[in-house]
């Protein structure tokens, strides 16, 4: 391969690439639209022509075939008045003007054709313009669809979503810890508060009891309003007899050992 074809391959595929980046759909489509309403119009044109020249090689062929029936008639009435040179002319005459009328009728069949062909062309031509332009609206309305998508994802894509979900996340993490220790602290509030009334209760009762002792040590009494109800003094019970007994055995076993030493 030579640098020229190497060359001329690159410059072109940059042109492409070029022409195709730079065009833009609805205007293409537009475009193609006037570009086919003017087809349409010259082939609108190609048909009024085709019909005309038909009509005129059809106004030719039938001149010429009423001329060739004129000189034939011509003839056999030179020939009925007994002029056979004069009959002769008109048939030379009828003969030039029916090969005149059979190669008219050729181009006529042959104009014909055409004009059917190009009635074809041209309805079909109608057709397909029709069809474009309802196409046309639709795919404007495509292209601007995924040109608003597009928009859509590169604005998504430079929000940088995963990023900000990220600190989203964090950010509530951080308020349910922030949440916990408060609750943590309202509840040891509560517990030192609770704490305080139960030391000054306890606090309370052990004064009582130490005034109490305090009076029976120095004979005096304690007002029994200010002792708790569960630490009022109760009398000793009085020795059971079974006990004094015993206590009298214990005595007497106790004075023979002295004896025996």
């Given at each position: 391969?030579?640098?020229?074809?190497?060359?001329?391959?690159?410059v072109r595929?940059?042109?492409?690439?070029?022409v195709?980046?730079?065009?833009?759909?609805?205007?293409?489509?537009?475009?193609?639209?006037?570009?086919?309403?003017?087809?349409l119009?010259?082939?609108?044109?190609?048909?009024?022509?085709?019909i005309a020249?038909?009509?005129?090689?059809?106004?030719q062929?039938?001149?010429?075939?009423?001329?060739?029936?004129?000189?034939?008639?011509?003839?056999q009435?030179?020939?009925?008045?007994?002029?056979?040179?004069?009959?002769?002319?008109?048939l030379?005459?009828?003969?030039?003007?029916?090969?005149?009328?059979?190669?008219?009728?050729?181009?006529?069949?042959?104009?014909?054709?055409?004009?059917?062909?190009?009635?074809?062309?041209?309805?079909?031509?109608?057709?397909?313009?029709?069809?474009?332009?309802?196409?046309?609206?639709?795919?404007?309305?495509?292209?601007?669809?995924?040109?608003?998508?597009?928009?859509l994802?590169?604005?998504?894509?430079?929000?940088?979503?995963g990023?900000?979900?990220?600190?989203?996340?964090?950010?509530?993490?951080?308020?349910?810890?922030?949440?916990?220790?408060?609750?943590?602290?309202?509840?040891?509030?509560?517990?030192?508060?609770?704490?305080?009334?139960?030391?000054?209760e306890?606090?309370?009762?052990?004064?009582l009891?130490?005034?109490?002792?305090?009076?029976?040590?120095?004979?005096?009494?304690?007002?029994q309003g200010?002792l708790?109800?569960?630490?009022?003094?109760?009398?000793?019970?009085?020795?059971?007899?079974?006990?004094?007994?015993?206590?009298?055995?214990?005595?007497?076993?106790?004075?023979?050992?002295?004896?025996l030493d």
């Open positions: 391969m030579g640098l020229f074809d190497r060359v001329s391959r690159v595929s940059n042109l492409n690439a070029a195709s980046s730079a065009e833009n759909p609805e205007k293409i489509l537009d475009q193609a639209i006037i570009d086919m309403q003017e087809d119009v010259q082939m609108r044109q190609a048909v009024a022509g085709a020249s038909q009509k005129r090689v059809q106004q062929y039938e001149r010429a075939n009423n001329e060739a029936n004129t000189w034939q008639q011509r003839a009435l030179a020939l009925q008045k007994g002029d056979e040179e004069l009959a002769k002319q008109a030379l005459r009828k003969k030039t003007q029916a090969e005149t009328a059979a190669a008219l009728k050729g181009q006529l069949d042959s104009q014909s054709g055409t004009v059917e062909q190009l009635k074809r062309n041209l309805i079909g031509l109608e057709s397909k313009l029709s069809e474009a332009k309802t196409k046309k609206d639709m795919l404007k309305a495509r292209a601007s669809a995924a040109k608003a998508n597009e928009q994802q590169n604005t998504t894509s430079r929000m940088n979503t990023s900000a979900m990220a600190a989203f996340e964090r950010m509530e993490e951080k308020v349910l810890q922030m949440e916990a220790t408060s609750q943590a602290a309202a509840e040891l509030a509560g517990a030192d508060l609770e704490s305080q009334f139960a030391s000054l306890a606090g309370g009762d052990v004064d009891e130490l005034a109490a002792m305090k009076a029976q040590l120095s004979g005096g009494t304690v007002d200010q708790p109800a569960a630490e009022t003094a109760v009398p000793a019970p009085e020795a059971a007899p079974e006990a004094v007994e015993v206590d009298a055995e214990l005595e007497a076993l106790r004075a023979q050992i002295d004896k």
